[in-house]
């Protein structure tokens, strides 16, 4: 059974910095490219960060500078990195996981950024 299990989100107060994980219960985990998304209240799903096995990375426009995903694959495990904490930053984050016609998405993990 498949499974993305994330830890790491939590109440941080601005400027802070986080560490979020992702282990994947998955085989041919270094096949998948893996990657980060959140969703904040009343905004669509966006991508924060993609992995690939060979760890190539990509990141949108909007999200370079503070996000830094790396990945273990000796551990079957993703991260995410987050500094520079910001309000707007509060959100879901959701780990997903993508190779061909397999995309398997975590429950999500909640960043609250707050005072």
């Known amino acids: 059974q498949v499974q993305l299990v994330e830890s790491g989100g939590g109440l941080v107060q601005p400027g802070g910095s986080l560490r979020l994980s992702c282990r994947a219960s998955i085989g041919m985990f270094s096949l998948y490219a893996m990657g980060w998304y959140r969703q904040a209240p009343g905004k669509q799903r966006e991508l924060v960060a993609r992995?690939?096995?060979?760890?190539?990375?990509n990141y949108p426009d909007s999200m370079k500078g503070r996000f830094t995903i790396s990945r273990d694959n000796g551990k079957n495990t993703v991260y995410l990195q987050i500094d520079s904490l910001k309000p707007d930053d509060t959100a879901v984050y959701y780990c997903n996981a993508q190779w061909s016609n397999h995309n398997y998405w975590g429950q999500g993990t909640q960043v609250t950024v707050s005072s």
């Open positions: 992995i690939t096995g060979l760890r190539s990375t």
